[in-house]
């Protein structure tokens, strides 16, 4: 019997664990109807498994913006990303023609790491997708930190990057058919300049929650380690990013239309295939808080 306390879904959901290391679907869940202890089981979930998949959640975007503030307070997406017309808080990932958000998407990396402090979750839902390809890919870096050899670790063991997202971004200030600064490009680049100037992070943290340690670098924004010369430092990271980026440590998520995602961006990274030419994709993105 489910108790006052407790989510009735959790009674009835399946957990399927998808890897040894990342990833499980919850089944059972409507995410648009769920009570508070709904929402603590799935955070629980998420704790545990890095990142959660729900199938078939075609609701509207009013309901993923419900949805994903009950994990904590939404960030204002940066002058990169496009937002959606009547929801500010929404992120439209949006890939037509070869071009828009896979340019940048298709890099290894953790959203917003070049932030002071780095969003802890992300929520995602399919929108529009080509009808194959596109596929998400999900890499623990728990179990990218845990399978260092011991002589790495120790050398890593204290060590802090820069991590800065106005390159990442540079592509989305200039037009692809001219290669010139797109319509705004210049002022949002310089937004981007003065509200992002980068940030450093340990190489190694520990989640505040789980206490585990997890590796923190990531190809897309990670452009040096402090205290090393630019060879070291650049063979280091490619070092780690190699590392990280190994398939042993990854889950590959197949979308279909109103599936949501929500990761945990403290201990995981992710990277958006790009394997379907000129067709269309579209994404809703959340971007929760620390
Ligand atoms: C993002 C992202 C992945 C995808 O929007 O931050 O990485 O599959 N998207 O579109
Ligand atoms: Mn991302």
């Known amino acids: ?34 009570d508070k202890f709904d929402a603590a089981f799935i955070y629980k979930a998420l704790l545990k498994h890095q990142v959660v998949f729900f199938r078939d959640q075609n609701f509207s975007p009013s309901s993923l913006v419900s949805f994903a503030k009950r994990f904590g307070r939404l960030e204002t997406p940066h002058a990169g990303l496009r937002r959606l017309p009547r929801h500010p808080n929404l992120i439209l990932v949006e890939t037509k023609g070869g071009i828009g958000s896979a340019k940048y998407n298709e890099i290894w990396h953790s959203d917003g790491s070049f932030n002071f402090t780095p969003p802890k979750i992300t929520v995602m839902q399919a929108i529009k997708l080509p009808n194959v390809g596109g596929d998400t890919l999900f890499a623990s870096m728990y179990s990218a930190y845990n ?23 540079r592509a989305s200030f200039i037009d692809p ?114």
């Not at 940030?199 to 943290?205: L, Y």
């Open 1 to 34: 019997m489910a108790g006052k306390n407790r989510s009735k879904l959790s009674e009835t959901t399946n957990i399927s664990q998808l890897t040894g290391c990342i990833g499980a679907e919850l089944t059972g869940f409507e995410l648009d109807r769920l």
């Open 147 to 169: 399978s260092l050899s011991k002589p790495i670790k120790k050398i890593i063991h204290k060590m802090e990057a820069f991590h800065d997202g106005v390159n990442a971004f």
């Open 177 to 290: 058919d001219t290669k010139r600064a797109a319509v705004d490009g210049e002022d949002k680049l310089k937004r981007m300049q003065s509200d992002y100037p980068g940030a450093i992070h340990p190489v190694v943290i520990q989640h505040s929650e789980t206490g585990r340690k997890a590796l923190y670098v990531n190809r897309l924004f990670t452009t040096r380690i402090l205290g090393l010369s630019d060879v070291e430092s650049r063979n280091l990271l490619n070092l780690l990013f190699e590392h990280a980026e190994q398939s042993t440590f990854q889950v590959r998520w197949r979308w279909t239309k109103g599936d949501v995602v929500m990761w945990d961006n403290r201990c995981t990274m992710h990277f958006a295939a790009m394997d379907y030419g000129k067709k269309h994709r579209i994404m809703h993105r959340a971007t929760i808080r620390d």
